[in-house]
């Protein structure tokens, strides 16, 4: 049901509670007046914030939500959004006008008084009218500084509240106004699902904007906009660099169906809706939204172009380099090979060799396996035995870059560092790289679109390896380049299988193998590196509804266990910042989310005091706070996945009162680096104590605590739980409800995506 909108005046507070940061929310209650003039009303509104966060006596704002009937109060407005109103009349006006910079109360009074309360409309349309006032260049420039804001107020309040009517919440209202700007209205009318294109919106939520504007639910704009979203969906949540033209046809017809039934929209009407996708999948090819490709002997393959266009360069570059000679000769390589035989085995050797002497290869192995020790031993072989050749060093994220540096004894960016990725430009700057060997590391990370961003700039003189674990997690974005090259090997592939690190017996590295072959992780005698503790499964027997009880009961009861644990490693000397708890899912006792509530008493418990930044719906940023970003945010050069710490919370803007951002400090291949973040940016990071098993790739911690029920039965796979293990450098203990470990090991995820980088590359390979 869409929010109901009121304009009204803050009147006085009448209660405010401040929230804790652990679960309890701020709140408070005003009274406020809505009307005109003398048929003016007075209510008391009630929101989850605090008093201060309203604005001050006299101030209009606009309220978002519904009415409420309160036992002891009565009706009452419950506000999901209280945000600041352009002021109606002269006396607000002047009001409004005495807070903006370079502008007095008496500056403002002579404005209102002379010109009445249109003066800054006025203003825009004929500056000269303020001549006559006898103002300073400074204030009259101030005057007209502050009409150009005080209209684009208005513009974002109409859209805002044309936003809430829609049905739209205050955050979503926001993404809009930021998107669209003044043209929201018009271009959300034409075109609804103009919306799915926006970042954390999608296809049923411009669906209920459409519906609410009354949108024929089987129109040519719906059904391609269902064809974007299933194949969107496809690519950026499921992985797949494509979807088989009538998979995709399926999917878009059962989103219709499914919306169908559960809100009314298009019922009945299934028959046009499906003989309509066909014509609407014409037309987004056409207008080049998708690309559709010849595949296998009777299939077809849609794309998103940009997902068309890597696989194709990948695939080409894949078979170009294939087969073709390295910096020096097998002969020599394997002499340069012999001059590290004292840290090298045989399969480490070769490795090296393989490197020096191909175009292109591939070294992958698991934990302790000596991935780190022949990359040293390549950069060492290249600078001591092959005069100094210029070496590039990259990887995925800031963390994984900072690691390989120092393993490395050489400078490593992130790839988009390395390719000099311009925010303004939104474009890599760097055309050909320079270097003559180029080194990337954590490549199970690297999705298809980036493989390609970097394997297209690799000039022909530059000779690559590609260094990662094919066992781990498919990357969070679209395609597995990484694994289906070392899988399928597509180039020169080195695997190593002997395990070094801590010694053959480390506990860690063994239940990496155990895992890898099907055999659930367990504790070895004597090596402290693993423990695991086990929580009853509750009987299969039970009512469903008991069962679920005392699921919830369990699963609270590790949730607890984990806070312990992570105490117990904090008693032991551990850093708060070498402990990462990991779990599959963020819902939940055991979800990411809730973990976190319950971890950062325990890993910043005085992060409160040195500062505070609200976010919507009452959870809170402190300063020291571990955070995650959630999105690829090219104009910071931050991307999904990359751990920082809140640095700083930056002060209000002047005549405001809230912060207005805060500042993460990231960790890069160069060092430290702080980027900024402004209020309406917040939603972009979350705190990380706790974090998905997903979107930890790339990241090793001393210490890792993994807590994982049949609440994930889904994800329980291999690679799972192997991605887990190898996260740890030195302790893992695991939580776990009865049976999970073993389905998850005996449970193999054969990397089902929709890519072929295989086919593509026979295809454009030289007959």
């Known amino acids: 049901m869409p929010a109901e909108v009121l304009s009204a005046t803050l009147l006085r507070p ?22 005109e003039g003398g048929a003016s009303q007075e209510f008391r509104a009630v929101a989850e914030l605090e008093a201060a966060a309203w604005g001050s006596e006299g101030d209009e704002v606009i309220l978002a939500g519904r009415w409420v009937e309160h036992p002891q109060y009565g009706r009452q407005f419950r506000a999901e959004s209280v945000r600041p109103a352009a002021p109606r009349d002269a006396r607000g006006l002047a009001r409004w006008l005495s807070h903006q910079q370079g502008i007095g109360p008496a500056t403002a009074q002579k404005v209102v008084a002379a010109l009445g309360a249109g003066a ?40 805002l509240v044309f936003c809430h009517q829609v049905g739209l919440g205050p955050a979503q209202a926001e993404a809009v106004w930021r998107r669209f700007g003044e043209r929201a209205q018009e271009v959300l009318r034409d075109d609804p699902w103009a919306l799915a294109e926006l970042e954390r919106f999608g296809f049923l939520t411009a669906d209920s904007v459409a519906r609410a504007l009354g949108v024929d639910p089987a129109s040519p704009a719906r059904l391609r906009a269902a064809l974007r979203h299933g194949l969107s969906q496809a690519t950026w949540e499921e992985g797949h660099a494509y979807l088989p033209e009538g998979d995709l046809l399926e999917r878009a017809f059962m989103l219709l169906r499914e919306t169908g039934l559960k809100t009314g929209y298009g019922r009945g009407r299934g028959v046009e809706c499906r003989e309509g996708l066909g014509p609407a999948l014409d037309a987004l090819r056409t207008a080049g939204k998708v690309v559709v490709a010849a595949g296998p002997p009777g299939e077809l393959r849609v794309y998103l172009p940009r997902l068309r266009w890597a696989e194709a360069a ?47 290869s591939v070294l992958t192995g698991g934990p302790g396996t000596g991935k780190t020790t022949c990359t040293q031993a390549v950069v060492a072989a290249l600078a001591e035995g092959l005069d100094l050749v210029e070496v590039a060093l990259a990887a995925p994220t800031g963390r994984a870059a900072r690691r390989l540096a120092e393993a490395a004894g050489l400078g490593a960016k992130t790839i988009h560092r390395l390719l000099e990725y311009s925010p303004s430009l939104e474009e890599f700057r760097v055309e050909r790289l320079g270097a003559r060997f180029l080194i990337v590391d954590e490549c199970s990370m690297v999705d298809l679109p980036l493989m390609a961003e970097l394997l297209t700039r690799v ?33 020169p592939v080195a695997r190593l299988e002997r395990v070094y690190r801590q010694g053959e017996g480390s506990a860690i590295a063994v239940n990496a193998g155990e895992v890898n072959a099907g055999r659930p992780p367990r504790p070895i005698p004597g090596d402290p590196g693993y423990s695991q503790r086990l929580y009853p499964r509750p009987p299969q027997g039970l009512p469903e509804q008991r069962r679920e009880a005392l699921a919830r009961e369990t699963r609270e009861k590790m949730a607890s266990d984990v806070v312990e644990a992570v105490s117990a490693l904090l008693r032991e000397g551990r850093a708060p910042g070498d402990i990462q708890v990991l779990v599959p899912i963020k819902r939940g006792p055991i979800g990411a989310r809730e973990l976190n509530e319950r971890l950062r008493g325990v890993l910043n418990p005085r992060g409160r005091e040195r500062g505070v930044f609200r976010l919507p719906g009452g959870r809170e940023l402190w300063v020291g706070d571990r955070v995650m970003q959630l999105v690829n945010d090219y104009s910071k050069l931050v991307f999904n996945g990359e751990i920082g710490e809140v640095a700083e919370i930056l002060p209000p803007r002047p005549g405001e009162r809230e912060p207005a951002g805060f500042v993460v400090r990231f960790e890069t291949g160069e060092g430290p680096a702080d980027v900024r973040y402004g209020r309406d940016e917040a939603g972009e990071v979350a705190l990380a104590y706790a974090a998905t098993v997903h979107k930890s790739q790339g990241c090793e911690f001393p210490a890792v605590v993994l807590a994982v029920g049949w609440d994930s039965y889904m994800l329980l796979r291999r690679n799972l739980i192997y991605t887990t293990i190898t996260r740890a450098r030195e302790r893992l203990i695991v939580l776990a409800e009865e049976g999970a470990l073993e389905r998850a090991a005996a449970t193999e995820d054969d990397l089902v995506r929709h890519q072929d980088l295989e086919g593509a590359a026979r295809a454009v390979a030289p007959s």
């Open 459 to 491: 000039p022909d003189w530059c000779f690559v390896l590609l260094v990662g674990d094919a066992d781990q997690l498919p990357p969070v974005g679209p395609g597995c380049p990484f694994h289906e090259v070392a899988r399928k090997r597509l180039l």
């Open 14 to 35: 009448l209660f405010s509670s401040p929230g804790d940061g652990n679960g309890r929310r701020p709140f408070s209650v005003w009274a406020v007046a809505a009307g």
């Open 314 to 360: 990948v695939a080409e570059w894949l078979a170009k380099r294939r087969g073709a000679l390295g910096l020096v000769g097998p002969e020599e390589a394997r002499a340069l090979a012999e001059r590290f035989r004292g840290r090298l085995d045989d399969a480490q050797a070769a490795a090296v060799a393989q490197a020096l002497s191909s175009a292109a």
């Open 120 to 159: 800054l409309e006025g203003a825009l349309e004929d500056p000269s009218c303020l001549d006559a006032l006898g103002l300073a260049r400074p204030q009259r420039e101030a005057v007209l500084a502050a009409a150009r804001a005080f209209r684009k107020n208005r513009e974002r309040e109409e859209v």
